[in-house]
Every structure is written in structure tokens, then in C-alpha cells.
């Protein structure tokens, strides 16, 4: 298809950096799980770290959707607004699961990095879904803007972690 065919190295290079950084931070997750010797909070790990995997899964899957071979736009639209209503029913879950995990007290920025953003990312795809018709171009860059944002809010949140668990949980650790 014509229209996304200008968009075929963004996702190859959006897709390939988020399943490379899916596994990165399966590797990095278990580096710090050897570490905390025993003092893992299952509940501060699904409000942070599971997100992270998702929003870098929701890249991939997206990537996968819009490099695919299509004849029309229909079926991607829809695809796409799919992922995006997921994505908002999943902010709904991140939101309640940080409130309701008592390891870590949020701060401005988690709150920015792990509802907000994510849910403009999501919110984002699930209307352009419906304005690809009309504004197939816009809705395409507003695709892409959401691709690249949960990628960034990715990356963040698992620079967030591993700084937090190296730099202030091995300090509190006993000698």
C-alpha cells in the first residue's frame, strides 16, 4: 500500500530496537532479582517493570502491523485503534497498580513516564484509528508520534529501574 510504504524504515527500525530491548530487559530484570536476595515486591514489579515490556510490546506489535503487506488501510485502522483502546484499559490497570503498591512513593516524573504518557500514546492510536479515512496522512504521523513515545517512555522507565535498584536499593542492602 502507497501510504505506508514511506514508513517502512521507521518500523523496521522502531520494531527491531523494541524486541531488542524486550530482551534486554528480561536480562536486566534478572540481574536485579539475583541481587535483592529475597527482597523482591511482586507488587512494585507488575506498576513497573511489567509496563515496560508491554509499551515495548505494543511497538513491536505495531511495527509488525504497518510494515505487513496491506491492500487497504480498513483492516489497519482498526488494528491499530485496537492496540490504542488495549493500551487505555491497560494504563487503567498500571494506575491502579501503582497506587496500590507501597514499595516506592511517586514522584511528578513516574506519574508523567507511567500513566500520562503512556495513555496519550495509547489515546493517540485509538483516534487516529477512527481519522484514518478522512486524514490518512495525519492519522499515520500520529501513529508513528505514539510509536515512538511508549518507545521513549520504555526506555525511560527501564533506565528508571535499574538506576533506582543500583544506586538506592544496593545501598540499603546490609554489608
Do not use: C
Request: net charge positive.
Amino acid at each position: 500500500m502507497k501510504a505506508l510504504a514511506g514508513w517502512q524504515n521507521f518500523y523496521v527500525i522502531a520494531g527491531s530496537s523494541a524486541g531488542a530491548l524486550i530482551g534486554l530487559q528480561f536480562v536486566v530484570l534478572s540481574l536485579i532479582t539475583d541481587n535483592a536476595r529475597g527482597r523482591t515486591n511482586a507488587a512494585a514489579g507488575s506498576a513497573f517493570a511489567t509496563p515496560t515490556i508491554v509499551h515495548f510490546g505494543a511497538v513491536l506489535g505495531l511495527a509488525g502491523i504497518l510494515v505487513a503487506p496491506w491492500d487497504g488501510i480498513g483492516a489497519v485502522a482498526v488494528l491499530w485503534g485496537l492496540v490504542g483502546l488495549n493500551g487505555i484499559a491497560y494504563t487503567g490497570v498500571v494506575l491502579r497498580r501503582v497506587r496500590a503498591q507501597s514499595a516506592y512513593r511517586l514522584q511528578f516524573e513516574d506519574w508523567l513516564f507511567h500513566v500520562a504518557l503512556p495513555l496519550a500514546a495509547y489515546l493517540a492510536l485509538a483516534v487516529s484509528s477512527g481519522a484514518a479515512w478522512a486524514r490518512l496522512r495525519e492519522a499515520l504521523f500520529a501513529v508513528g508520534a505514539a510509536a515512538a513515545v511508549l518507545l521513549f517512555v520504555g526506555i525511560h522507565n527501564a533506565w528508571d529501574a535499574v538506576t533506582y535498584h543500583v544506586f538506592v536499593k544496593r545501598n540499603d542492602q546490609p554489608s
